[in-house]
């Protein structure tokens, strides 16, 4: 077989999963542990013949009977033996020499190839390497045979840290078991005990929702849930996907209540929340209904007539009259008082009195204004 046929045997076979080999250690999936005694994923070598013993094609084609007809014998190379059988004896002796070992490390690196899909960080840099480095049929069979569970098993314990970091109470305490416990007890919680464990936290957290919910629709499903028999994958899909579109409906409702006679102001706030998306619902529950309020109100204060006017006279204490009638409605009159609280004695001149006093100062000031004037002009003549 050519090279460039071996070649693309490895693309094709990358690409199409039909003509991959079958191997024990594969079948039992990518988590099996290593035997240190697991056969090659294809047929084993088998003892080259002795060219000088009689009858050496039918050893030869016997030989090639045998090799494709090994349970682990990859299509690849069961093809090529069939084809170095119907080419005769030069192709056969060409298969059991070379091809034949040449397609076994190509099996391999297909093999090694399938181990990425699930890999982790460490086993994906791991297989990367050995493509790129694994020039031999030993170091492509210790990969596969050792190497790959070991960096699976360490790829396993950084995923199970991770998941105890933001995991409730039953995650954590079961990761931590399976960090102290055996690759397989590591695969085991990854494959099903991370999700029972994670399925007693999800009912914890379910009924610390519907202790502090108040909406009907919600807590009627969280009780319906919790009386059943819901599995993992149920109780995840109610949390992360059910109860969110529960909790909406309970909104709507609750907005649908609060508009019902509302002002202005506050039903057009509600409208806009229904009508909107389930994050607006929430905000307007939460703030935005009590800033409508307020422009509702405050519209409302505006509305009402300001004290003394309109006619409304109620606790008014302004004076409407004059001090010379007397007819105010508010304490206009006030009594002089000397320092010990009394009234001062009166002159008994009567009210006229207090103009006359009045009258008397303004020509005071003026005059003494006049005077200074005199004295200035006079003093300007002097000078």
């Keep these: 077989m050519k090279f460039s046929r071996i070649a693309a045997a490895v693309t094709t ?27 090659a994923p294809t047929a084993p070598d088998q003892a080259v013949p002795d060219p000088t013993a009689p009858d050496q094609a039918e050893e030869d084609r016997k030989t090639i009977l045998a090799i494709i007809a090994h349970p682990m014998a990859s299509e690849f190379m069961k093809e090529a033996g069939r084809k170095a059988i119907a080419d005769g004896p030069k192709a056969m002796r060409k298969f059991i020499e070379v091809d034949q070992h040449n397609i076994r490390m190509d099996d391999y690196r297909i093999a090694i190839l399938r ?24 170091k492509l069979r210790h990969f596969y045979d050792v190497t790959q569970h070991e960096l699976r098993d360490d790829d396993n314990k950084v995923e199970i840290s991770r998941l105890i970091g933001t995991g409730g109470t039953g995650v954590k305490e079961a990761g931590k078991k399976a960090l102290k416990g055996t690759p397989a007890d590591r695969t085991e919680f990854l494959k099903t005990g991370r999700h029972l464990a994670q399925a007693q936290d999800d009912l914890v957290e379910l009924a610390r929702i519907d202790e502090g919910w108040d909406g009907p629709i919600l ?47 506050l039903l057009k706030a509600g409208r806009a929340a229904l009508a909107g998306t389930p994050a607006d619902r929430t905000e307007f529950l939460k703030t935005g209904q009590h800033e409508a309020r307020a422009k509702d109100q405050a519209a409302k204060d505006k509305e009402k007539p300001a004290p003394g006017k309109g006619g409304d006279t109620k606790d008014n204490n302004t004076g409407t009259g004059t001090a010379t009638t007397g007819t105010g409605t508010g304490n206009t009159t006030v009594t002089a008082q000397g320092n010990n609280g009394a009234p001062l004695a009166t002159t008994g001149a009567g009210d006229h009195t207090t103009l006359i006093a009045g009258g008397a100062g303004t020509a005071l000031v003026a005059g003494a204004g006049l005077l200074l004037a005199a004295r200035m002009r006079r003093a300007g003549a002097e000078g």
Excluded: C, W
């Excluded at 076979?13 to 697991?38: E, R």
């Excluded at 181990?115 to 030993?138: F, M, Q, S």
């Design 13 to 39: 076979a990358a690409l199409a999963p039909a003509v991959l080999m079958a191997s024990p250690a594969f079948a039992a999936g990518p988590d099996a542990p290593a035997t240190g005694t697991q056969p």
């Design 115 to 138: 181990l990425l899909p699930d890999a982790g960080p460490g086993l994906k840099e791991g297989v990367n390497k050995v493509l790129t480095h694994g020039n031999t049929i030993e």
């Design 219 to 265: 807590s009627a499903a969280i009780s319906k849930l919790m009386n059943g028999s819901p599995t993992p994958a149920e109780l995840r899909h109610f949390l992360e996907v059910t109860q969110y579109e529960l909790r909406d409906q309970d909104n709507r409702v609750a907005i649908a209540k609060i508009i019902d006679g509302a002002g202005p102001e």
